[in-house]
């Protein structure tokens, strides 16, 4: 029996045995619109549910909600949110394997994957959960005397949480953990392909007892309409987003229209540089799991493997054979290393890539085909480039498609990592660690992994720079993304 069996929601899809309520999240309870849109399985492109689609005015409904519920919410006592924070997260374990069929279910990744994902989704949730206790401000003597500076903090106010496919509960959990605890109110904004993660998310926070309005949530196929509605209204004070540096970028405008607080994770390109003295096995290893990981649909994927002369004939010998044992199929199936892409749109943009790449010089050491079968699979690729002066060069890949890269010289490997609009993450291999520090400092990325292909925990800063964003998720920064400076000047003689 699955531990949301017993949901109190008028429509419910079952999701590989497990209830999952297909409405919308507003002032605390589920409720169902006249249209729906379907939600695909991308492993077998058959329909896994139909939920509820939201218009703009279902946005301001919730926005509504989430205004309406700010100033209590705010008011809690950090003690008394804090252990409502507790309770969810043990809410959230116990539902485990829910979340990890779900996961799988509407977005593909192998199931070891999604419990992965859940594992760090929650820890976030649980780091939220401590820094409440946690938050300080500073008390001072006026400059001339005569009166105090106390400064402290106070939450945004309503925020817009919106949320990608590629890693849903994560996401989620990220934003709405940061948001929540900081004492903000949020409407959560679900991706298309993936609303049935986020909506048991949702339901886990009503029955852990999260007040009515104090998180909402919305899916909808008209995302437009919704940021069009919610950023137009002077009651939202913040804007959260992960997704796509062009969707981002257009949202920011919309913000500055009425001086909305924002925060912004976007795309990568992220350069692996693996350099003369490395640990060639464990460089390996890890650019396996940094590429192919979700089947490269993540923002901080390995982009651009670049790799020293004098180690690039033994890495791509090595990282070749790996790539070519990977098994691709179905997530629940056992022994899966990389599911499908999440559509047939983007199943066919990785072929146009590959033919792309192709044209322009580059050799294909392994896969390069798409996979037959009933969903959007593609063999995972492996491309040597002789130049680095192509088209693609500087596009965020997002595919199972790793592209090799050989240098002459660090100076060269640096430059070349640099050469891109963006600026999330990036990793260095080798076995000096004064160089390991030296190049790390002159990479223009707010992330550098070093001799590790895999870095997110809630312990640290997530986030990028250019291109790639604006603010931080997760460590000591996060929740302060959403609360605001207050100061109070107290006059005392
Ligand atoms: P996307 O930008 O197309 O969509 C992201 C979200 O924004 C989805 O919920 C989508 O429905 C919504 N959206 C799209 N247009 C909108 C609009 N006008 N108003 C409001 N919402 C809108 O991106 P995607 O293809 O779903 O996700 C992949 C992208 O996300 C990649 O570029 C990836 O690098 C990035 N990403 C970044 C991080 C990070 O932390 N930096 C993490 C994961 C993914």
Known sequence: MSSTDSLDSPAVALVHGRKVPTGLYIDGTWRPTGAT????????????????????????????????????????????????????????????????AVMTAESGKPLAESRAE?????????????????????????????????????????????????????????????????????????????PLTGALFVQTLHDAGFPPGVVNLLHTTTSAAISDAVLGDARLRKVSFTGSTGVGSHLLGKAANNIVNASMELGGDGPFIVLDDADVDL??????VCKFRNAGQACVAANRIILHEAIAEEFTEK???????LRVGNGFSDGVDVGPIISERQRDRVGEL??????????????????????????????RMDTR??????????????????????RQAIEFANDTHYGLAAYVFTRDLNRAVAVSEKLDFGMVGVN???????????????????????????????????????TID
């Not at 939600?39 to 309406?68: I, K, S, W």
């Not at 460089?283 to 396996?288: G, H, K, P, S, Y």
């Not at 640290?460 to 109070?488: N, Q, T």
């Open 37 to 100: 849109f379907t939600v695909a399985d991308p492993a077998e492109g058959t329909a896994v549910a139909e939920v509820a689609d939201a218009t703009g005015e279902h946005a301001l409904e919730a926005l509504d909600a989430a205004t309406r519920a700010q100033e209590d919410w705010g008011a809690w006592a950090p003690r008394a949110r804090a252990e409502l924070f507790h309770t969810a997260h043990q809410l959230l374990q116990d539902r485990a394997e829910d979340f990890a």
């Open 118 to 194: 859940f594992g760090l989704s929650i820890g976030f949730f649980r780091w939220y959960a401590e820094q409440i206790g946690h938050l300080h401000g500073t008390y001072a003597h006026g400059s001339p005397g005569g009166y105090r500076i106390v400064a402290t903090h106070q939450p945004v106010g309503p925020c817009l949480l919106i949320t990608p496919w590629n890693f849903p509960l994560l996401m989620s959990a990220r934003k709405a953990g940061a948001a929540l605890a900081a004492g903000c109110t949020a409407v959560m904004k679900s991706a298309q392909e993936t």
């Open 283 to 288: 460089a390996v290893e890890q650019a396996v």
């Open 319 to 325: 990282f070749v054979a790996q790539v070519r044992k």
């Open 354 to 383: 590959v033919a792309a790449f192709r044209q322009q010089g580059g050799e294909i050491l392994a896969g390069g085909e798409p996979v037959d079968g009933p969903g959007y699979f593609f063999e995972p690729t492996v491309v």
């Open 389 to 410: 002066d192509h088209t693609l060069c500087g596009e965020e890949l997002f595919a199972p498609l790793a592209t090799l890269y050989t240098v002459g010289s660090v």
């Open 452 to 490: 590790r292909g895999i870095m997110a925990d809630p312990a640290a800063p997530f986030g990028g720079v250019k291109s790639s964003g604006l603010g931080r998720e997760g460590g000591h920064d996060g929740i302060y993304e959403f609360l605001e400076p207050k100061y109070l000047a107290l």
